[in-house]
């Protein structure tokens, strides 16, 4: 192998590892209205109620097309927020 192959799969395999540790995380930036009742352990209908009702005990969240998303920051913060009462 020359050096030149040589960089060019260090590299190679560098960018792999680099992407299989990001990929994940910007995957589960995002939450469907599902995931965040389990992940709360709250009802899906409690979270499509609230949105028709603009309740404010809710999470933000925003639509894209028709699905609803929720950041998963902006759902632990609510939740922390949800403890302090």
Excluded: C
């Amino acid at each position: 192998m020359t050096l030149d192959q040589s960089v060019r799969q260090t590299v190679r395999e560098e960018v792999q590892r680099i992407l299989a540790e990001l990929l994940p995380k910007q995957d589960n930036e995002y939450l469907t209205t599902q995931q965040v009742a389990e992940l709360t352990g709250l009802s899906v209908s409690f979270f499509e109620v609230g949105r028709s009702m603009s309740a404010p005990n809710q999470p933000p969240h925003m639509k894209v097309g028709r699905r609803v998303l929720y950041k998963r920051a902006d759902v632990e913060a609510w939740l922390e927020d949800r403890r302090r009462g």
